[in-house]
């Protein structure tokens, strides 16, 4: 997870979170995210980018779409990052009080 630049992670995020994680509804919500159009040519170089490193996999949906879900070292990664971030927050948190 650590070789993921902030884009690949936040794609992660939307990928586990979405239902039917599909390239356009990938593409609504971190256009929604980050507030600007995201470009084709950044997006799917990326998914690309994390099948190729086993955090995700594309399967075709038909021959126009293709789905993309998280494999179980995806799953282990994201926790693995949320539990990292977690103890931090707290700590900033007990820090605040």
Do not use: C
Not at 28 to 45: M, N, T
Not at 75 to 97: D, F, M, N, P
């Amino acid at each position: 997870m650590q070789d993921l630049t902030g884009f690949q992670r936040d794609l992660l995020y939307v990928v586990a979170g979405l239902e039917e994680p599909h390239g356009l509804a990938i593409k609504d919500e971190l256009e929604k995210y980050y507030e600007k159009e995201i470009h084709h040519g950044r997006l799917y170089p990326n998914l690309d980018s994390l099948v190729e490193k086993g955090l995700v996999e594309k399967s075709e949906k038909d021959q126009r779409t293709n789905v993309y879900t998280l494999t179980q070292r995806g799953h282990r990664e994201l926790e693995a990052r949320r539990e990292w971030e977690r103890k931090y927050v707290e700590s900033a948190e007990t820090s605040a009080t």
